[in-house]
């Protein structure tokens, strides 16, 4: 049951990670002009802090608004994806519901700008960065991610009270939603028990939408590194998902034309669709090389607890259930590639074998002349 009070936040981090396509993998080379050092080599295949600066944030929620100061950074997932990551410092007074409608309502300002148009600006200048001079085409689709850290709030309550006096609240969090319908106790007690946290006093609460966060001082920077690489990888296979409905469009048009060609062989049908196998055979290849060691916790880190909380959040996230759906794709697209050979060698087959019946009846008929 809520407390008949306000859950107010004194002093905490509000956390928007926007995670976007970057266009493909960036060169080594290019990323030391960044970074110029050996991190590369220890982080290459994960999230790699490149940039960072500072801006004002404000926050508006009705009548209610506070300005504070923020921290903006580029995190570069190498295999394909960045992250755009927004640390807005709360120094002032505010209520957990407003920061809620806040959201929501997209009346956060960053640098003059609501937080969906500053996203948008400064993702088109990462974009320009990491591939300068080129035109590349990016995937629409984004994954944005909030997590909030409180420090100071009131009523001060330990992590058991402030699940059982503002679990509705949480879970709306928790939800990414702002709506009044009633929530289904099932629901509140499943989004509460995904805690990673691995002292009893902490608290750290994910969803597919966000986190929410107490305590965790010591170990936070561990975990939202564990968490930016989840959601890469899952941003990346929903892109790998887009690019290969894409080739197995083009590879059923391929398949239809046999049915209208008797000489299948002979058009470009076949080319077309061992294009888009070829793409569709490199992703899979790069799953294969780079990707599946990613997947993999105990590839991740040492550690036993980085290791089950790695794996916690890319089952929380469904990054296995888009990887799987990925594979079937690909294994998909390769059988009708399988078929199309079958019935492409069929028809040839028939034609050399009517040729080589009438280059004997020509034989036969030259010596009756």
Request: net charge negative; glycine share 4%.
């Given at each position: 049951?809520?407390?008949?009070?306000?859950?107010?936040?004194?002093?905490?981090?509000?956390?928007?990670?926007v995670?976007?396509?970057?266009?493909?993998?960036?060169?080594?080379?290019?990323?030391?002009?960044?970074?110029?050092?050996?991190?590369?080599?220890?982080?290459?295949?994960?999230?790699?802090?490149?940039?960072?600066?500072?801006?004002?944030?404000?926050?508006?929620?009705g009548?209610?608004?506070?300005?504070?100061?923020?921290?903006?950074?580029?995190d570069?997932?190498?295999?394909?994806?960045?992250?755009?990551?927004?640390?807005?410092?709360?120094?002032?007074?505010?209520?957990?519901?407003?920061?809620?409608?806040?959201?929501?309502?997209?009346?956060?300002?960053?640098?003059?700008?609501?937080?969906?148009?500053?996203?948008?600006?400064?993702?088109?200048?990462?974009?320009?960065k990491?591939?300068?001079?080129m035109?590349?085409?990016?995937?629409?689709?984004?994954?944005?991610?909030?997590?909030?850290?409180?420090?100071?709030f009131?009523?001060?309550?330990?992590?058991?009270?402030?699940?059982?006096?503002?679990?509705?609240?949480?879970?709306?969090?928790?939800?990414?939603?702002?709506s009044?319908?009633?929530?289904?106790?099932?629901?509140?007690?499943?989004?509460?028990?995904?805690?990673?946290?691995?002292?009893?006093?902490?608290?750290?609460?994910?969803?597919?939408?966000?986190?929410?966060?107490?305590?965790?001082?010591?170990?936070?920077?561990?975990?939202?590194?564990?968490?930016?690489?989840?959601?890469?990888?899952?941003?990346?296979?929903?892109?790998?998902?887009?690019?290969?409905?894409?080739?197995?469009?083009?590879?059923?048009?391929?398949?239809?034309?046999?049915?209208?060609?008797?000489?299948?062989?002979?058009?470009?049908?076949?080319?077309?669709?061992?294009?888009?196998?070829?793409?569709?055979?490199?992703?899979?290849?790069?799953?294969?090389?780079?990707?599946?060691?990613?997947?993999?916790?105990?590839?991740?880190?040492?550690?036993?607890?980085?290791?089950?909380?790695?794996?916690?959040?890319?089952?929380?996230?469904?990054?296995?259930?888009?990887?799987?759906?990925?594979?079937h794709?690909?294994?998909?697209?390769?059988?009708?590639?399988?078929?199309?050979?079958?019935?492409?060698?069929?028809?040839?087959?028939?034609?050399?074998?009517?040729?080589?019946?009438?280059?004997?009846?020509?034989?036969?008929i030259?010596?009756?002349?």
């Amino acid at each position: 049951m809520d407390a008949s009070v306000d859950l107010i936040i004194l002093n905490g981090k509000l956390t928007i990670l926007v995670a976007f396509g970057h266009g493909g993998e960036v060169e080594k080379s290019h990323l030391k002009k960044f970074i110029g050092s050996d991190i590369i080599a220890e982080r290459w295949n994960k999230p790699i802090e490149i940039e960072q600066s500072e801006g004002v944030a404000v926050i508006v929620a009705g009548s209610e608004k506070i300005t504070c100061s923020a921290n903006i950074y580029t995190d570069v997932f190498i295999a394909g994806v960045s992250i755009l990551r927004t640390e807005i410092e709360i120094r002032d007074r505010i209520l957990l519901n407003d920061i809620l409608v806040s959201l929501h309502s997209n009346t956060i300002i960053v640098d003059g700008l609501d937080f969906q148009s500053f996203a948008s600006k400064k993702i088109s200048e990462i974009r320009g960065k990491l591939n300068p001079g080129m035109k590349v085409s990016y995937y629409p689709i984004t994954k944005k991610y909030t997590l909030l850290k409180i420090k100071e709030f009131t009523p001060m309550l330990d992590q058991k009270s402030l699940k059982e006096q503002y679990g509705v609240i949480l879970t709306r969090f928790l939800s990414g939603e702002t709506s009044i319908r009633p929530l289904h106790s099932k629901e509140i007690t499943e989004k509460l028990a995904n805690d990673l946290s691995y002292y009893d006093e902490d608290l750290f609460l994910a969803s597919p939408e966000g986190v929410f966060i107490m305590g965790c001082d010591d170990y936070l920077k561990d975990l939202r590194e564990l968490l930016e690489l989840s959601i890469s990888l899952l941003l990346l296979f929903q892109i790998y998902d887009m690019k290969i409905d894409s080739e197995i469009t083009n590879a059923f048009d391929a398949i239809k034309k046999m049915n209208t060609s008797k000489f299948y062989f002979l058009t470009q049908a076949p080319r077309k669709l061992e294009r888009s196998l070829l793409k569709v055979s490199e992703i899979g290849l790069v799953i294969l090389d780079d990707i599946e060691d990613l997947l993999n916790p105990h590839k991740i880190t040492q550690d036993w607890y980085y290791q089950s909380a790695y794996q916690r959040m890319l089952n929380i996230l469904k990054v296995w259930d888009f990887e799987k759906l990925v594979e079937h794709k690909i294994d998909d697209l390769q059988n009708l590639y399988a078929t199309a050979r079958e019935l492409s060698t069929e028809q040839l087959t028939m034609i050399l074998e009517a040729t080589i019946v009438i280059l004997i009846l020509l034989e036969i008929i030259q010596s009756l002349i």
